[in-house]
């Protein structure tokens, strides 16, 4: 069964800083991971998919990457602002499904 | 283009009532999604269908949530009778295509039992 853990639960920065948070999960047989954005009361919002055989995807100040073999992904966000902060929510989907299974989250606060 | 359509965006019940809600996918979207979402958790897969039809409903609790997508657009999902334990936010997502595809998400409806 696979599982999805996500590190730190929470996470507090001053704006300006790059961070890095932190995915892994146990079955390496993915078909892709994808990194989503909940803000308060809101659905989920898609920031990255990355397919199996990629390494890694960017989007503006966002870059994730992937590696399979050891179960892992990490967004890394540049140069963080007050409005990034959110709960930031790393997914996998198994070969043959669409099924994806999500982590608990990570709580992002960027202070001014 | 229009987003995912969910209502109601509230819901309190008593426990052992019973609750629907919908979701309007993206148009032309083949797959949608129901997930839960409990507080403090990732969301849950309860049900897919592709088209009209289910493809996976393995953790949808049968003996009390129901869903269907009738005519291949709209969804509803039902629970009778609610338990405590259903106090969730319920997301509905749609996907144009099966595999490699992002799944666009709702904002939700926010149910409490009490």
């Known amino acids: 069964k696979q599982e999805v853990t996500q590190i730190p639960a929470a996470l507090s920065v001053p704006e300006g800083e790059n961070l890095v948070l932190n995915c892994s999960f146990t079955d390496s047989a993915i078909y892709n991971l994808q990194w989503f954005r909940q803000d308060p009361g809101k659905g989920l919002t898609s920031l990255l998919l990355?397919?199996?055989?990629?390494r890694e995807q960017t989007s503006g100040r966002l870059n994730a990457s992937l590696d399979k073999s050891s179960g892992r992904s990490t967004l890394y966000i540049a140069a963080s602002q007050p409005g990034d902060s959110a709960t930031y929510l790393c997914a996998v989907s198994q070969g043959g499904s669409e099924k994806l299974v999500f982590g608990k989250g990570t709580k992002l606060t960027v202070n001014p | 283009e229009a987003g995912v359509a969910q209502s109601p965006r509230y819901k309190i019940i008593e426990k052992r009532q019973s609750v629907a809600f919908w979701c309007n996918p993206i148009?032309?979207?083949?797959?949608l999604y129901w997930y839960q979402q409990i507080l403090g958790q990732g969301p849950k897969l309860l049900i897919q269908f592709q088209n009209n039809g289910v493809v996976d409903d393995s953790q949808l609790p049968k003996d009390r949530f129901s869903a269907e997508r009738l005519k291949g657009v709209d969804s509803t999902l039902k629970i009778q009778p609610a338990k405590l334990e259903d106090s969730a936010v319920y997301l509905c997502?749609?996907?144009?295509?099966?595999?490699?595809?992002?799944?666009?998400f709702g904002p939700g409806t926010r149910l409490l039992v009490l």
């Open positions: 997502a749609s996907s144009p295509h099966p595999y490699q595809e992002t799944q666009y």
């Open positions: 990355i397919q199996s055989s990629q």
């Open positions: 148009s032309g979207h083949a797959t």
